[in-house]
C-alpha cells in the first residue's frame, strides 16, 4: 500500500510543476487603457490651454526658441542657413507623416518580432 501512496505523491507533484494557471482576461484594463486614450484626444478640444492671441495657439519649440533669443540677445546672427529654405505647409505635413509612418513600422517590426521569438521559446519549451 505504501508503493500506491508513493505513486499518487508522484502524480499529484507532476500535476502541480505543470500546472498552469488560468489566463486572466484583463478586459477591465483594456477598456481602462481604451478610456483613458480617449480622455487624452478629447481633452484639447474642450479646454483651450493656448494663447487665443496668436496665429497658431500651440506654436513648436523653434518658434518659441527664436523668440527667446531675439529678446535675450537682438543682434545674435545664426551660425548657418538651412539646406533647404522654407518648405509649404503640405511639404511639411508629408514629411511629418512619412516620419510617423516609418517609426511606427519599426515599432510594430520591433514589437512583433520579440514577440514571435517569446512565442517560439515557449512552444520548444513544451
Known sequence: ???SV???DKVREADDATHVPPKRSGAGTTFGIIVLVI???VFPMFFN???PNEEEPFG???GAATEVIEEENPGYEPWFEPII??????VESGIFALQAG????VLGYALGFYRGR???RGETRA
Open 60 to 62: 513648436g519649440a523653434d
Open 49 to 51: 490651454l493656448g494663447d
Open 39 to 41: 480622455v487624452i484626444a
Open 6 to 8: 508513493n505513486d499518487d
Open 85 to 90: 529654405g522654407e518648405l509649404p505647409g503640405e
Open 118 to 120: 517569446d512565442k517560439g
Open 102 to 105: 516609418l517609426g511606427a513600422g
Open 1 to 3: 500500500m505504501t508503493a
